[in-house]
């Protein structure tokens, strides 16, 4: 269902915590329907006042060198409260209206956490939140079947994962959509 009033956007965050007040890495997000349309940023920490976690931080160091790499370039880096600031201008100006991201207690509830620490207005209307963990179950319990598209692109890279959970909710509407 897309209209004018009904604008869908993926939102995947890397953290090192994984509580609403997570310190937070980088931000990937992209149009469901068009996923070219994007938003990308790594974050500084020197001013965030955010927390961070051990095991997260272990977890980290398992992964991927190139992981590592998206989530902690400092190319382009910007202090959490701008990156804030132009995700909400992004946002707006792309006429988004439901945010979507992969389960419903981590990504939304980090930036909504962070919106309101650094005194912004959340974007979207609390009724609009969108869970694609709702939806791929959902998706099986009705076909029988996991609906999944390849993976591409590097795991734990924010954009990257907006990216190909965006392609798998647009695959399943394929399948569950007359």
């Known amino acids: 269902m897309q209209n004018?009033?009904?604008k869908e956007?993926?939102?995947d965050l890397e953290t090192l915590a994984t509580t609403p007040d997570a310190h937070i890495l980088s931000i990937g997000?992209?149009?469901i329907n068009n996923p070219d349309i994007t938003f990308y940023q790594t974050v500084e920490g020197k001013d965030q006042q955010r927390v961070t976690n051990f095991s997260t931080i272990k977890w980290?160091?398992?992964q991927s060198p190139e992981a590592i790499a998206a989530a902690t370039s400092r190319k382009h880096m910007l202090s959490i409260s701008t990156m804030l600031m132009e995700f909400c201008a992004w946002w707006k100006g792309n006429n988004f209206t439901h945010p979507w991201?992969?389960?419903s207690v981590f990504d939304i509830i980090i930036m909504e956490n962070a919106l309101r620490q650094y005194h912004y207005e959340i974007p979207w209307s609390f009724w609009n939140?969108?869970?694609t963990r709702t939806l791929y179950d959902t998706a099986y319990r009705i076909t029988g079947k996991t609906i999944q598209p390849i993976r591409e692109g590097t795991h734990h890279n924010a954009l990257d994962d907006a990216q190909y959970q965006a392609k798998w909710v647009r695959d399943i509407r394929e399948v569950l959509e007359p």
Request: glycine share 6%.
């Open 4 to 6: 004018a009033e009904y």
């Open 9 to 11: 956007c993926m939102i």
């Open 29 to 31: 997000a992209c149009d």
């Open 60 to 62: 980290w160091l398992k």
């Open 101 to 103: 991201s992969h389960g």
């Open 129 to 131: 939140v969108r869970d």
